[in-house]
Protein backbone atom coordinates (compact mmCIF):
# COMPACT_ATOMS: atom_id res chain seq x y z
CA UNK A 1 0.00 0.00 0.00
CA UNK A 2 1.37 3.62 -0.65
CA UNK A 3 -0.13 6.16 0.29
CA UNK A 4 1.38 10.15 -1.63
CA UNK A 5 1.34 13.50 0.35
CA UNK A 6 2.00 16.40 -1.34
CA UNK A 7 3.25 18.89 -2.16
CA UNK A 8 6.19 17.36 -1.32
CA UNK A 9 5.50 13.88 -3.14
CA UNK A 10 6.11 11.99 -0.08
CA UNK A 11 5.33 8.27 -0.10
CA UNK A 12 4.94 6.31 2.49
CA UNK A 13 5.08 2.47 1.68
CA UNK A 14 3.66 0.05 4.09
CA UNK A 15 2.97 -3.62 4.76
CA UNK A 16 0.28 -5.45 6.26
CA UNK A 17 -1.51 -9.06 6.17
CA UNK A 18 -5.11 -7.28 5.97
CA UNK A 19 -6.76 -5.54 3.28
CA UNK A 20 -7.47 -1.98 4.37
CA UNK A 21 -11.22 -2.69 5.04
CA UNK A 22 -10.16 -4.84 7.74
CA UNK A 23 -8.37 -2.39 10.16
CA UNK A 24 -11.32 -1.54 11.78
CA UNK A 25 -12.08 -5.59 12.50
CA UNK A 26 -8.72 -5.52 13.62
CA UNK A 27 -8.66 -2.83 16.07
CA UNK A 28 -11.91 -3.96 17.61
CA UNK A 29 -10.42 -7.26 18.23
CA UNK A 30 -7.33 -5.32 20.31
CA UNK A 31 -9.56 -3.56 22.13
CA UNK A 32 -11.23 -6.38 23.55
CA UNK A 33 -8.45 -7.83 25.80
CA UNK A 34 -7.00 -4.80 26.15
CA UNK A 35 -6.59 -5.22 29.77
CA UNK A 36 -5.39 -8.63 29.76
CA UNK A 37 -2.70 -8.78 26.84
CA UNK A 38 0.14 -6.20 26.73
CA UNK A 39 -0.24 -4.62 23.48
CA UNK A 40 2.51 -1.91 24.06
CA UNK A 41 5.29 -5.00 24.22
CA UNK A 42 5.05 -5.25 20.61
CA UNK A 43 6.32 -2.02 19.66
CA UNK A 44 9.57 -1.83 20.04
CA UNK A 45 9.86 1.58 18.79
CA UNK A 46 7.77 5.15 19.54
CA UNK A 47 8.42 8.45 18.24
CA UNK A 48 6.44 11.91 18.45
CA UNK A 49 5.49 13.24 14.70
CA UNK A 50 8.29 15.71 15.09
CA UNK A 51 10.90 12.66 14.54
CA UNK A 52 9.15 11.07 11.79
CA UNK A 53 12.25 10.96 9.77
CA UNK A 54 13.99 9.56 12.43
CA UNK A 55 11.04 6.98 13.10
CA UNK A 56 11.26 5.65 9.37
CA UNK A 57 15.05 5.22 9.86
CA UNK A 58 14.41 3.18 12.81
CA UNK A 59 12.04 0.97 11.33
CA UNK A 60 14.52 -0.27 9.06
CA UNK A 61 17.11 -1.56 11.70
CA UNK A 62 16.85 -4.64 12.37
CA UNK A 63 15.94 -4.04 16.05
CA UNK A 64 13.08 -2.77 15.44
CA UNK A 65 9.92 -5.10 15.45
CA UNK A 66 6.89 -2.33 15.23
CA UNK A 67 7.68 1.28 15.04
CA UNK A 68 4.74 3.90 15.78
CA UNK A 69 4.93 7.40 15.12
CA UNK A 70 2.54 9.04 17.98
CA UNK A 71 1.38 12.51 16.68
CA UNK A 72 0.09 13.38 20.61
CA UNK A 73 4.01 12.52 21.66
CA UNK A 74 5.80 15.06 23.01
Known amino acids: MAVYLNPRKLRIVGMTNHTHNKY ?3 ME ?4 PK ?12 FPLAQ ?3 A ?3 S ?3 ESMKVVID ?3 E
Not at 29 to 32: E, F, G, S, T
Not at 35 to 46: A, I, K, M, V
Open 35 to 46: DTFPWERLFSHR
Open 71 to 73: PWM
Open 24 to 26: KTV
Open 29 to 32: MMLR
Open 56 to 58: VKA
Open 52 to 54: AEQ
Open 60 to 62: MTR
